[in-house]
Nanobody
Framework: QVHVVESGGGSVQAGGSLRLSCAAS????????MAWFRQAPGKEREVAAI??????SYAASVKGRFTISKDNAKNTLYLQMNSLKPEDTAMYYC????????????????????WGQGTQVTVSS
């Protein structure tokens, strides 16, 4: 069975760091599109970072502060979050999907991704 499980969320003060983990099972992350989304209360879910099998992309709001990475041996995706701000407070979700052409990773994820249950990140000022 294919699924992903997030962990690593918590409460931190502004300026602090957290590392989120997404453990995958039933598929190999190295050959799949992987992404971190987040959803703040009252707001729509948005993509924070995406790994398009060899290239990465970030939302403007997190670029330079967040880093998405993979440990293929552990079949785990990470999101290193530094210099956290109160506006980073949200539920963070891991998503995975297979795309023949990695160029279309984001659209494929939005259509048919496997999603985790989320992990809460709270940043206080």
């Amino acid at each position: 069975q294919v699924h992903v499980v997030e962990s690593g969320g918590g409460s931190v003060q502004a300026g602090g760091s957290l590392r989120l983990s997404c453990a995958a099972s039933g598929f190999t992350i190295s050959s799949n599109c992987m992404a971190w989304f987040r959803q703040a209360p009252g707001k729509e879910r948005e993509v924070a970072a995406i790994d398009m099998i060899g290239s990465t992309s970030y939302a403007a709001s997190v670029k330079g502060r967040f880093t998405i990475s993979k440990d293929n041996a552990k079949n785990t995706l990470y999101l290193q979050m530094n210099s956290l701000k109160p506006e980073d407070t949200a539920m963070y979700y891991c998503a995975a999907a297979y795309a023949q052409d990695p160029t279309f990773c984001l659209s494929v994820i939005l259509k048919r991704a496997v999603w985790g249950q989320g992990t809460q990140v709270t940043v206080s000022s």
